[in-house]
């Protein structure tokens, strides 16, 4: 018997929807990517959105649309995939870190707004920050907000785990307390569309800048020209772009994953419901999912009250086949990040966090039998 941390559930109506467009005419840069950025954009309750290969390519977009310049700073949390981290510096900006709360695991705006008093006075105040929805609930979303009037820096919520997921009945993604929202759809995440990603905006200016840069910086709408145009072959390249398009064929996986959202989302949230009632809690601490917030529930993460426990628990349930993770190594503990001048002790909430934290396996397709193994395992490694 083995049981992932986390698997996708593709259904035959999926497969079919993929075929359809195998068989079409247009197989990328047809209708069906528009299509799927409409459905996303009606569900989530944003005005635009811009589909592209992955949620890294999202976010990567999401910062060039805000205009980083060279040397201006973008804070996130360690608690997030390095990704995250990594555009900013592939778009040339400087990373920093904001300490989790450790209830939530997501950024504490307390802290966040502790560190932008003392970065205004040291001239250091960020261009953007970039929350992250760990597992599936919302960050502090209002109070970042509030936060970003007073200290005047642009909000991309990362959302690669909160697809259909709310804060205060607002769903995340209507961008009410951000400029842009960027969704993961890599096959471990809420719904998939094998790789791919979208950013979601209320903005037509920063959509557009993001859709150009997805294809090149070319633009083919006549209105957009700068020179002149003098025939029915003219485009015009007016930014450095990438290619960081989906295909009609993702797009396809991705409408028809969408229509069982609600029902994943259900699904995911009775799973970790029983975790909750099952568990022992002598030694563990359960995930806490705030008043007003409804939960994707992308992962279910335990901590373990004893630090000693983590990897003997650990060792022992994949040792019997049972899919555990861990979410996430502090990106500013990575070699990587070391070598830019962070290390442990930076961020002490985040670092205790990862000291105790054990992701458990949770998706639509497991059984409350497969359930029931993976709980007794772990409240037996206790007797
Ligand atoms: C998965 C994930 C990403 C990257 O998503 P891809 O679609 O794989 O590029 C970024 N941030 C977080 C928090 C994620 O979980």
Not at 322 to 341: A, C, D, M, S
């Amino acid at each position: 018997m083995k049981i992932p941390y986390g698997k996708h559930d593709i259904s035959t109506s999926d497969v079919e929807a993929v075929i359809q467009v195998l068989t079409s005419s247009k197989i990328t840069q047809g209708d069906t990517v528009p299509l799927f950025e409409q459905e996303i954009c009606s569900v989530v309750g944003a005005r635009e959105g811009v589909a592209v290969n992955s949620a890294t390519s999202a976010i990567h977009l999401a910062i060039l649309a805000l205009d980083l310049q060279p040397g201006e700073f973008v804070w996130t949390t360690p608690i997030t995939f390095a990704a995250t981290a990594n555009c900013v510096l592939h778009c040339g900006g400087k990373i920093d870190f904001v300490d989790i709360d450790p209830s939530t695991f997501n950024m504490c705006s307390k802290a966040l707004e502790v560190k932008l008093i003392n970065a205004k006075k040291t001239n250091n105040s960020p261009k953007i920050v970039i929350p992250v929805h760990m597992a599936g609930q919302s960050a502090d979303m209002k109070e970042i907000y509030n936060l970003s009037k007073k200290y005047g820096f642009k909000v991309i919520e990362d959302a690669s785990h909160a697809i259909g997921a709310s804060i205060n009945d607002e769903k995340i993604g209507s961008c009410k307390y951000s400029d842009i929202t960027v969704f993961s759809f890599h096959p471990v995440k809420i719904i998939t569309t094998g790789e791919g990603g979208i950013a979601v905006t209320n903005s037509a200016d920063l959509a557009r800048k993001m859709r150009m840069l997805r294809s090149h910086g070319i633009t083919k709408l006549q209105k957009d020209f700068e020179f002149s145009e003098n025939g029915g072959w003219y485009y015009e390249m007016q930014s450095l772009g990438f290619n960081f398009r989906m295909t009609d064929i993702q797009a396809a996986l991705g409408l028809s994953q969408l229509s069982r959202l609600t029902d994943f989302i259900k699904k995911r949230n009775i799973l970790a419901q029983r975790y909750d009632k099952f568990l022992d809690q002598n030694n563990i601490i359960l995930p806490h999912v705030r008043a007003g917030m409804k939960s994707a529930f992308h992962l279910y993460i335990i901590k373990l009250k004893n630090v000693t426990d983590k990897a003997n628990l650990f060792s022992e349930l994949t040792s019997s086949g049972f899919g555990v993770n861990v979410h996430y190594i502090p990106v500013h503990t990575h070699p990587f990040y070391r070598k830019l001048g962070f290390g442990f002790g930076d961020f002490p909430k985040s670092e205790d966090y990862y000291a105790r934290a054990i992701t458990l396996p949770l998706y639509p397709q497991l059984t409350f039998e497969e359930q029931d193994l993976v709980i007794n395992r772990i409240n037996g490694f206790f007797k």
